[in-house]
């Protein structure tokens, strides 16, 4: 069997080349890493919870016009996606005041904001993603002033859309990251969503108990990643819960 060809690694996918031109595959990995890979563990079973939740999620955006790179899952760990000109901006989108916003203006983690608030952060590993605005995106060329609208308005769409199908399953969608792709096609250029939309690029809080249940549980060493994953994807009807039940009688279901 020839081995696919490596496009790219990072730290927690590797692209492969795709089965066509045009389209790549996106291999979900279970390293864990934070603070620009300072901190880094292998979390078995990380990248299949997190490959079946963004392809759940970039199944739904799609159903409601967004447009996205991903094509299908292929098994596992993989999807096939359309191959885009990756955008080097991160557009986080942010509802509640939690991780940097929180550290530097001085709010306390769990205060509403009083909107949603969008911010871009330029990615360059060795600058250890520096927060940049407007002015510097387009001035750098990053991307040009259209983009920027477009990338913003489907960055609130997708918060919007989210916040309502995570508050359906009893889940806070406190913050958030996006990364958008140019996708060519004839003579046409279009921005879709692209990367990933997991428990490791959004902060998601249990409604009810305030209990993290996304990558900060690695981040602040509060264990459980797995597990929290896992609820996540069970929450969303991903999952089926097939752990062993602890007793041999009737299980109480709750129909909230
Ligand atoms: P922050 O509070 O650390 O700036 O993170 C904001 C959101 O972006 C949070 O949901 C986590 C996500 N994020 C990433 O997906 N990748 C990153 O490299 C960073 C720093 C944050
Ligand atoms: N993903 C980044 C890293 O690997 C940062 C983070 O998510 O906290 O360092």
């Known amino acids: 069997m020839s081995r696919r060809r490596r496009i790219y690694e990072g730290k927690a996918k590797i692209l492969y080349e795709g089965p066509e031109p045009g389209t790549l595959i996106q291999h979900f990995k279970d390293d864990a890493t934070a603070f620009n890979a300072k901190k880094h563990e292998v979390i078995e079973g990380k990248g299949v919870l997190n490959n079946r939740i963004s392809e759940f ?3 739904r955006l799609a159903e409601i016009g967004v447009p996205t790179h991903f094509i299908r899952r292929l098994n596992m760990r993989e999807q096939l996606i359309r191959e885009v000109e ?5 557009v986080v989108v942010r509802n509640i005041a939690a991780g940097s916003i ?5 709010l306390e983690e769990g205060t509403a904001l009083p909107r949603s608030i969008i911010e871009f952060y330029y990615k360059a590993d ?13 001035a750098f060329g990053w991307a040009n002033p259209q ?6 308005a489907l960055a609130l769409r997708v918060n919007d859309y989210l916040s309502g199908l995570f508050y359906g399953v009893g889940i806070r969608l406190v913050d958030f990251k996006l990364e958008f792709g140019r996708q060519f096609e004839n003579d046409m250029m279009r921005i879709v969503l692209a990367d990933e ?21 690695f981040r602040q060493d509060l264990g459980g990643l797995l597990d929290a994953y896992r609820e996540v994807a069970r929450r969303l009807g991903i999952l089926m819960d097939n752990r062993p039940t602890k007793t041999s009688g009737p299980r109480l279901v709750s129909s909230k």
């Not at 929180?102 to 001085?106: F, T, V």
């Not at 983009?147 to 913003?152: F, H, K, R, S, T």
């Not at 428990?199 to 249990?206: F, K």
């Open 126 to 138: 060795a600058l250890d993603d520096p927060m940049v605005s407007e002015e510097h995106i387009t």
């Open 57 to 59: 999620l970039f199944k």
């Open 147 to 152: 983009e920027i609208d477009e990338m913003m």
């Open 102 to 106: 929180a550290k530097r203006l001085g």
């Open 86 to 90: 990756i955008i080097p901006i991160e």
């Open 197 to 217: 939309i997991s428990p490791d690029s959004c902060r998601l809080w249990d409604i009810k108990t305030d209990e993290k249940l996304d990558k900060d549980r």
